[in-house]
């Protein structure tokens, strides 16, 4: 963190650095600029005060010059003088002074004339004087070129005096006879060095003079105008060192006689830079020829002259010919980098030249800029000072408080940097404190998001938010939960790539969003959908548009609930209102069928009983067919009847010992007609002998009756053959009926639903659905079970399980086996207000022997009762005036021995007309119409030899409940 930061100060300082560094290059480059002006203005005045100093050098180097010139005129103008003067002069004393000598130098004897002698006094100076021995001897009186060239000697000597540079002056003649040389010296010195260059007399010598440079530029033919003439740099025979000659021809009436000559040595030069004030480059003075008579560096201090110009000049302009380097200007001129100013001093061949580089007058003028300098360095301490602070002060706590931002943006502990200066302190503690309270804020904001969030979460109600185009921007949990639909898959999805909506309800729902406006933001409606599984649904959607503040819909926030199940339920209470609705009507059918089988009961007793006694005292066996015929048709109305009254009774659970082939065998009787109209056969194969089960009839009836009808209905709709087979088998302590049609079964989702309450596949009015569910129940209730096997095309088949009963159970009071006539004896009253009953039953009775009374009241009865001791009492229950349970009642109090001796017979299956009157005494119920066997039968238990009390013991316990 803390190198981190360290890299990023630097980055950041070096960038301000460049971007200060940017900032203040107009600065910079002004004072650069400025510089540069002020260089250039200085440049030019040093170069012009150079160039002032080399005139006044020129003119210094003109009058030095001015030494040997003007001496060497003075020579040539005192020669001419004496050379046209000499007409009546005599011979020159100076000849006198001559001397012929002839000293050996070296191995050679050079004899001739000299005036060595002169120089025994040490302090003479006399001039050195060279002749030809033969020229002596043809001197002649009269004053001649030799007696000039003698006399020359003082002016020589005049003008060594005042000008110490100039070295040796002399007379050369042409005619190589002799030499004047001043000053003086020694023959043997000027000899020794002359002899080695190759003299071997004083004439050869001589000769080899005349062949100098000096002698030959004065001939007429090297100077036909006869001027002046100045010789290059050489070195002096006689180790004077290097010099220069200054010369000039002397004629006689245009004859060329010789020249005179003065030799100055460099070191005038040398001397004359030497003494000159000291300006940068390079000083020198050079000749025609661009050799350096004498230089001096300002930088080096040098003052040794070489040969060439152009070894002093840099290499750029050492190649350039030496005429454009010694060529005059007012000024200095700039050539390759180099400043030069070069003056020719006066008339005579001598440059005087002034070069200076660049550099050296940089290094001159430098000093002067050191205000500039120091104003440039104190801007640039300036900036690096202001870079470090700024890095320092600024950059670095910025970092800091950036990455302190930081920190406390991603809620990390604050960096243990280095603590920040106290300056930004503050700004620190404000960052910390801002972003404390937004962190308060937005904890406070998550509490309000996450209650906000769990109220809509919370929701039973479905929350979705849509945007116009219909894709989900919000769904809640609860909406997610109903379609099946992770929430991550929905957000953003179209909203009907899941959940499809009835085209109609589609277009409604449009239609309703499209009319939201601000002032009316709500629409509700209800739409049938089909979810992602298939399943289908009904949903209630109130929809609030949300608007910009122009007014346009952005989004549509719908609240909805799934109506599925409360439109179910309003179905099924429809169904239930329905079935409650049939089943009213059926029970209305019911009490009036009940009614109907009532007044039936009676007349068919009637039938039934007389034929039956048609039957046995039939004289023919034709008759007794024939009543037996009437007898069975009459008994099968009978049993419609019971079925019938069984069907609309409502009487509580009679469990009894029940034979299901009976029961089987009346439900199919009562459905016979529908079966055959439908061209339904069936297949009964259940056993007769299955052991008994312990049930009611009733309802087990109910049950087949159920079966056997939907199993008509389902085969309704397939071509044929339609055949219900009915089978059966006993197993371990169970019965198992199984009913199975070949009609169009059923598919899972029916087979399912089948026994659900009020679940029909048949149209209102033919189905209630409540057959089969009343049926289970029923089973159940018998602790049994229904069961159902079925598939599409193969018909179904319905299963019964009922326990079978305890073998000590007695079979149904009604079922029992006839007694053979045997004969009884006892007194029995029959009360019934139908007097043909009545009279048929005492027929029938009296048959077996019995005395019979009737009665067609209760009152009556209760007549008969207190005048005689009855055996047996037989009375109708449903009777105008005293009925049958008042009459019981009445014959407890004044007859209670007969109380037990009494059978009652209904005909009523409807009203709860066994009250407790005959309950709780338990006395035997027989059913109209009249089964007369076992009204026989229970007379004769009644009156049974143990009484009355034996044959209740062997009553059945349900019978008398
Ligand atoms: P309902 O007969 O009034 O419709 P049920 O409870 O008796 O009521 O029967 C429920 C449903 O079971 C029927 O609507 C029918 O679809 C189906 N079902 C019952 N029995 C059969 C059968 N034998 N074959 C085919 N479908 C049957």
Redesign the pocket.
């Known amino acids: 963190m803390e190198t981190s930061i360290r890299r990023q100060t630097r980055a950041l300082t070096r960038r301000a650095a460049w971007l200060l560094l940017v900032a203040s290059l107009p600065l910079l480059l002004l004072i650069v600029g400025l510089g540069i002006l002020q260089y250039v203005e200085q440049r030019r005045i040093l170069l012009g005060d150079i160039a002032r100093q080399t005139e006044d050098r020129h003119t210094a180097l003109a009058a030095l010059l001015a030494a040997p010139v003007d001496h060497l005129a003075r020579l040539k103008a005192f020669m001419e003088e004496r050379l046209a003067d000499d007409i009546g002069r005599g011979p020159t004393p100076f000849r006198r002074f001559l001397r012929y000598e002839a000293p050996v130098i070296g191995a050679t004897r050079m004899g001739g004339f000299y005036t060595d002698h002169l120089r025994a006094d040490p302090s003479s100076d006399f001039g050195f004087v060279l002749a030809d021995a033969k020229l002596i001897e043809t001197l002649g009186p009269g004053y001649d070129e030799f007696d000039a060239a003698l006399d020359l000697i003082e002016p020589m000597r005049l003008g060594h005096l005042t000008s110490p540079y100039l070295q040796w002056s002399y007379y050369f003649s042409q005619g190589r006879q002799f030499v004047v040389i001043y000053p003086g010296a020694t023959a043997a010195e000027t000899l020794a060095t002359s002899v080695a260059a190759g003299g071997h007399d004083v004439r050869t010598l001589l000769a080899s003079w005349n062949e100098y440079d000096l002698f030959k530029l004065g001939t007429p033919r090297a100077d036909p105008e006869r001027k002046p003439y100045w010789t290059g740099v050489y070195v002096d025979a006689a180790g004077a060192g290097r010099m220069v000659t200054h010369a000039t021809p002397i004629y006689r009436q245009d004859r060329f006689l010789g020249i005179v000559a003065t030799d100055i040595t460099l070191g005038m030069f040398a001397q004359l830079l030497q003494h000159l004030a000291q300006t940068p480059g390079t000083v020198a003075i050079t000749n025609a020829q661009g050799q350096v008579l004498a230089a001096r560096n300002a930088v080096t201090g040098d003052t040794s002259a070489p040969e060439g110009l152009s070894s002093l000049l840099p290499p750029e302009l050492a190649t350039r010919p030496t005429v454009e380097v010694l060529a005059p200007s007012e000024g200095f001129r700039r050539i390759d980098g180099t400043y030069i100013l070069a003056r020719r001093a006066a008339a005579e061949p001598f440059w005087l030249i002034h070069f200076v580089s660049e550099t050296e007058l940089l290094r001159q003028l430098l000093p002067r800029f050191a205000p500039v300098g120091l104003i440039l360095l104190s801007l640039l301490v300036t900036l690096a000072v202001a870079i470090i602070l700024l890095g320092r002060h600024l950059v670095r706590p910025g970092l800091m408080l950036v990455r302190h931002i930081q920190a406390e943006a991603q809620n990390e502990a604050p960096p243990a940097a280095r603590v920040p200066p106290a300056m930004w302190r503050p700004w620190f503690d404000a960052v910390s404190r801002a972003f404390a309270s937004v962190r308060l804020y937005q904890k406070r904001l998550e509490a309000s998001e996450a209650e906000y969030r769990a109220v809509v979460e919370t929701q039973t109600e479905f929350v979705v938010r849509f945007l116009p185009d219909n894709r989900v921007l919000f769904a809640n949990e609860a909406y997610c939960r109903h379609i099946g639909i992770p929430r991550e898959v929905l957000l953003g999805a179209f909203a009907n790539e899941y959940v499809q909506v009835e085209p109609s309800d589609l277009v409604r729902l449009r239609g309703n969003i499209a009319a939201l406006t601000p002032e009316r933001p709500t629409s509700r409606t209800e739409l049938r959908v089909t979810m992602p599984g298939g399943r289908v649904g009904y949903e209630e959607w109130t929809d609030t548009g949300i608007f910009d503040d122009e007014g346009k819909l952005v989004a549509t926030q719908a609240v909805g609930r799934d109506l599925t199940e409360r439109k179910a339920t309003a179905l099924a209470l429809e169904r239930q209102r329905e079935a409650l609705h049939q089943s009213e009507k059926l029970a209305a059918l019911g009490s009036m069928l009940a009614g109907v089988a009532h007044e039936l009961n009676n007349p068919l007793s009637v039938v039934i009983g007389y034929s039956g006694m048609l039957t046995d005292l039939a004289e023919s066996e034709a008759m007794r067919d024939r009543a037996a015929h009437v007898q069975a048709a009459a008994e099968r109305c009978a049993r419609i009847v019971k079925a019938f009254l069984a069907m609309a009774r409502a009487k509580p659970v009679e469990r009894r010992r029940v034979v299901l082939a009976e029961v089987l065998d009346d439900a199919l009787t009562l459905s016979s007609y529908g079966l055959r109209t439908h061209s339904v056969t069936v297949d009964n194969a259940l056993p007769g002998d299955l052991p008994p089960v312990n049930a009611d009839r009733d309802q087990l009836h109910q049950v087949f009756l159920?079966l056997i009808v939907?199993?008509q209905?389902?085969l309704a709709v397939v071509p044929g053959p339609r055949r219900i087979r009915i089978t059966g088998h006993a197993e371990a302590g169970v019965v198992v009926v199984a009913i199975a049609?070949n009609?169009?079964?059923?598919d899972a989702e029916?087979q399912r639903r089948?026994f659900e309450p009020f679940?029909?596949?048949?149209p209102q009015g033919m189905?209630?659905?409540?057959?089969?569910?009343v049926s289970r129940g029923i089973v159940e209730a018998h602790g049994g079970s229904l069961t159902l096997a079925s598939s599409i095309g193969q018909g179904?088949s319905f299963t019964i399980r009922l326990p079978t009963a305890p073998s000590a159970q007695l079979p149904d009071a009604g079922a029992c086996e006839p007694l053979p006539p045997r004969s009884l004896s006892g007194q029995v009253l029959v009360v019934d207000d139908e007097e043909e009953l009545a009279e048929l039953i005492a027929e029938r009775l009296a048959a077996d022997g019995l005395e019979i009374d009737i009665a067609t009241s209760g009152a009556a009865a209760v007549e008969l009762i207190r005048s005689r001791a009855y055996d047996v009492l037989i009375t109708d229950l449903r009777m105008p005036d005293m009925d049958g349970s008042q009459l019981i009642a009445e014959v407890e109090r004044i007859a209670p021995a007969l109380l037990h001796r009494s059978i009652v017979i209904t005909g009523d299956a409807l009203g709860p007309e066994l009250d407790a009157t005959m309950t709780d005494r338990r006395l035997p119920v027989l059913e109209k119409p009249l089964d007369f066997d076992a009204l026989r039968g229970a007379v004769r238990r009644l009156l049974r030899p143990d009484g009355p009390e034996g044959a209740l013991a062997d009553m059945p316990e349900e019978a008398a409940p």
Do not use: R
């Open positions: 159920n939907n199993a209905h389902a049609d009609g169009p079964g059923m029916v089948a679940f029909t596949t048949k189905g209630t659905g409540i057959g089969l569910a179904a």
